[in-house]
């Protein structure tokens, strides 16, 4: 399986398979969160100076559409919006406790869920899909320098 094409729907199909894992994983646990809306709050979570304009940016939608996921967000429970302190002529977005413990949650029920199935791999195969997806990371940051060149200044 040398060929790049043939690799190439390898990875595609191992990630649909990662995916339906990942999926599977947030399924049947408290209360059921749209993809769209779990993606705003993980916009959040990554940054504590997110606006309105930022999220709608990062969602790739237009400023409506991302206030519209806010608005749900909110009436749930799981965000709030309040002046930003440096401009009060902006909302700043935050995730409130419950929005915090819906992603530790989900991200521990992804964490076992993958731990399973990797737990089913041999410890040599583990090992090769660790060295092979850092290789993989370094290639799509398209980075110059070889894995074990970058893996030593890590």
Request: hydrophobic share 40%; aromatic share 0%; with cysteine.
């Amino acid at each position: 399986m040398d060929r790049v094409s043939d690799v190439t729907v390898a990875v595609e199909s191992t990630v649909d398979a990662l995916v339906s894992v990942l999926e599977s994983a947030g399924l049947g646990h408290g209360p059921t969160v749209p993809p769209a809306q779990l993606r705003v709050l993980a916009i959040v979570a990554g940054n504590q100076h997110t606006n309105m304009s930022r999220l709608a940016e990062a969602l790739e939608v237009v400023p409506s559409s991302a206030s519209r996921l806010c608005d749900r967000l909110e009436a749930t429970g799981l965000l709030r919006r309040v002046p930003d302190p440096r401009d009060r002529r902006e909302v700043r977005l935050l995730l409130t406790p419950a929005a915090r413990r819906l992603l530790d949650e989900l991200r521990e029920r992804r964490r076992q869920a993958l731990g399973e199935v990797l737990g089913r791999m041999s410890a040599d195969d583990r090992q090769e899909l660790v060295r092979s997806l850092r290789a993989f990371a370094v290639a799509a940051a398209g980075d110059d320098k070889t894995e074990d060149e970058s893996l030593r200044t890590a």
